[in-house]
């Protein structure tokens, strides 16, 4: 039976990934919280889920390398430095960073290269997300997964197109940005596609953070096996 450790155990997530780790038939081999052993858990457990916060990132990477052990990383308003990080211990450990780990924000992205690959620059692009009133960061990880796949569709980079504040008129083939905070919303995410005339309108909402703990929970009994490298969220689900 695998061995699942948690790091943010007492979090929102956490919680919710103890019900998964449970019902998915493995075991629970611990968690921790700020200022707890984050080694002696990573060599307590076959793989470990992240859930926590991007300061922690650091210490919870160098405590799964020493451990050599495998590690899924669901803590979002990561940074370059943070991805320079993940590569760095990749080197060493199997790595999965997802922003979402459900299935059906990973199959939205998709969706999303798919349109902006076949419309022109004279299809606006806005990505609208609404969150509970605790969240911290914004715009969602989602937002800019969903923005970056929307960017590649397009043939760019999320930072060529992307636009956090706008002042008044937009730039032709930008990707705009707006976040919602309020209540105890999971998670709503909606792209909307704009052009003179017409509209499509690409959307995905969480009615529980369950989703995304089952996915987490698949996601690390899938890579507790794995050699390092670094892994995404398609790969487990054959997307
Ligand atoms: N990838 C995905 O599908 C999803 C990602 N998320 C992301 O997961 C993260 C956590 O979300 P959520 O559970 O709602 O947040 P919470 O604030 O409820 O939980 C965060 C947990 O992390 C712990 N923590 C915070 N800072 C540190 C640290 N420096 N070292 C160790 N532990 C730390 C907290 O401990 P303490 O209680 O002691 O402060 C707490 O237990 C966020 O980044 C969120 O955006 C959320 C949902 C889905
Ligand atoms: O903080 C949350 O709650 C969520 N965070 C992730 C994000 O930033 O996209 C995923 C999900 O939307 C819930």
């Not at 969602?140 to 197109?161: D, I, N, V, W, Y």
């Not at 995304?212 to 892994?231: I, M, Q, S, T």
């Amino acid at each position: 039976m695998t061995h699942v450790g948690i790091f943010g155990s007492a979090g929102r997530m956490g919680q919710a990934i103890v019900i998964a780790i449970e019902s998915a038939g493995a075991t629970h081999s611990g968690g921790i919280d700020i200022g707890e052993d984050e080694t002696a858990l990573a060599q307590a457990s076959d793989v470990i889920v992240d859930f926590s916060s991007p300061s922690a990132l650091l210490a919870h990477l160098a405590a799964a390398r020493t451990a050599k052990t495998p590690i899924l990383i669901g803590t979002t308003g990561l940074d370059d430095s943070h991805q320079a990080m993940i590569d760095d211990a990749a080197h060493d450990i199997a790595i999965i960073q997802a922003a979402n780990t459900s299935l059906g924000v990973n199959l939205l992205t998709a969706l999303i290269e798919q349109a902006t690959a076949r419309l022109g620059a004279d299809w606006d692009i806005e990505v609208l997300e609404m969150h509970h009133r605790h969240k911290v960061d914004a715009p969602s990880g989602t937002a800019l997964l969903l923005g970056a796949a929307a960017a590649k569709g397009r043939g760019k980079s999320l930072p060529e197109l992307s636009r956090f504040d706008h002042d008044g008129r937009r730039d032709e083939g930008s990707i705009g940005f707006a976040s919602l905070r309020g209540g105890s919303v999971a998670g709503d995410h909606m792209v909307i596609l704009a052009t003179e005339g017409e509209r499509i309108e690409l959307g995905h909402r969480a009615e529980d953070r369950g989703i995304f703990a089952r996915g987490a929970v698949k996601a690390a009994l899938w890579l507790a096996d794995k050699g390092p490298g670094r892994y995404t969220m398609a790969d487990v689900l054959g997307l």
